[in-house]
């Protein structure tokens, strides 16, 4: 079963007549689906998107109050690639946390949240027929933005077992002449693994010699657990020219709403992908430009109030981690993990025998009361998981799980996949 099968389960069957081959082959994710159809289900509780529970801080908010009262601009278009003062404000972070020199000018353009610096990259270096290697699983929305630039998403399994490690040696095995890019979300969105930095310049190597396109989403870098720390892709110097990243406000300082990221890549790529910019978006929203100005503003590495509050967001985080890992031990009939590392997913393989993905979440749905996102969404190896973000309260993913708990207890599933060794 895939994921369009979700809209065909509840009675919606596309009609594509007339419709670009590009669109129809194409679907909303199950990640914006699953809450579409919890509209409908009063009383439900979200382990699904990726939307976390606290509030954008007073600093930013207030910030943005001020400037409606005083400023007329902040109404108005903002130059096309952003406003000059936040290219600024994001040069000196990426410098602050990557090590890396910025040329805010001509290296980085101000995006409608990542995904749109994503796609818009993709769109920019992706042609019909071109394929494009991702980890399997991964981040739904990437598939989808690659068969729109209609290119060919080539996947390459994670090891599992292994706390979905990179597999190299697959990767290099998966490359043939139509190989154009290489696209990892890292930390990673479904299963919150982090990546050696070892694996990440043997990959990188590869791209280097055969030279391909490397497009890193990193909207998660702050967010990784256990003293760990992020490795990106942006401080490998010889991959600079290959190398489009991009990030997001939304995380870091919850500004889901906002819509507002950006995209570092050569100056070469900028001016292209601002071309794509230029006809979907014209620019991001200026309002939004100018809260995440707010935001660095408050933000110096130390002890800014944006720095006290991304730790407090990361210990809380932490500690919701711990939460949904017990309650999951607690279900070992039903699931086993691999403890994330990063980001706020867990993506446990499903131990029910004849339960499907889709099945599974659709019955946590509309029987416990619970979203979750099914893991066939996420490339050919997630099916037989589901994804549980950790996004939402304590008291919220408490309660849920104890719903899925007197759910279990209704249930009479054989157990027949048997469980990965735990560490």
């Known amino acids: 079963m895939n994921e369009r099968s979700v809209y065909r389960m509840v009675g919606r069957v596309e009609n594509t007549e007339g419709i670009a081959g590009r669109v129809a082959r194409i679907s909303v994710s199950a990640i914006k689906q699953m809450p579409v159809l919890a509209s409908k289900v009063p009383g439900c509780i979200s382990l699904g998107q990726g939307i976390p529970s606290f509030a954008t801080p007073s600093f930013i908010t207030e910030g943005v109050i001020e400037a409606l009262r005083s400023e007329d601009w902040i109404g108005k278009y903002s130059l096309q690639p952003g406003l000059p003062q936040l290219k600024e404000a994001v040069a000196k972070r990426l410098g602050e946390t990557k090590g890396i020199v910025v040329d805010p000018e001509t290296e980085l353009f101000i995006s409608c949240g990542a995904m749109e610096a994503l796609a818009a990259g993709l769109a920019t270096v992706i042609e019909r027929g071109d394929e494009v290697l991702l980890p399997s699983p991964t981040y739904s929305s990437h598939i989808e933005q690659i068969l729109f630039a209609e290119g060919i998403p080539v996947f390459v399994p994670l090891v599992e077992e292994e706390g979905w490690r990179l597999d190299v040696p697959g990767f290099k095995k998966a490359m043939t002449p139509k190989t154009k890019a ?52 942006t401080s490998i110097s010889e991959l600079k020219k290959n190398l489009i990243a991009c990030y997001s406000f939304s995380k870091a300082y919850c500004m889901t709403g906002w819509r507002v990221g950006y995209m570092y890549a050569s100056g070469r790529l900028i001016e292209q992908v601002l071309k794509v910019h230029d006809a979907f978006a014209i620019c991001a929203p200026t309002i939004s430009q100018y809260a995440a100005l707010t935001a660095l503003k408050k933000t110096n590495g130390r002890d800014g109030e944006g720095d006290r509050f991304m730790r407090r967001l990361v210990e809380a985080l932490d500690a919701r981690r711990n939460i949904i890992c017990e309650h999951l031990d607690r279900l070992t009939d039903l699931f086993a993990y691999q403890k994330p590392e990063g980001a706020y997913y867990v993506f446990p393989r499903i131990l029910m025998h004849g339960v499907g993905s889709v099945d599974l979440a659709l019955k946590l749905l509309y029987d416990a009361k619970v979203i979750s996102v099914p893991g066939n969404g996420f490339g050919p190896t997630g099916e037989g998981h589901i994804r549980f973000s950790f996004g939402a309260t304590e008291k919220e993913i408490h309660e849920a799980f104890e719903r899925i708990e007197l759910w279990a207890k209704r249930q009479a599933f054989p157990k027949s996949r048997r469980p990965l060794k735990m560490d």
Request: proline share 6%.
């Open 182 to 233: 290489i696209l990892i979300c890292h930390p990673m969105n479904p299963t919150g693994a982090l990546f050696s930095p070892e694996d990440l310049r043997a990959l990188a190597e590869i791209a280097v010699e055969r030279n391909l396109f490397v497009i890193a989403d990193e909207a998660y870098d702050f967010l990784v657990y256990d003293g760990l720390s992020h490795f990106s892709l």
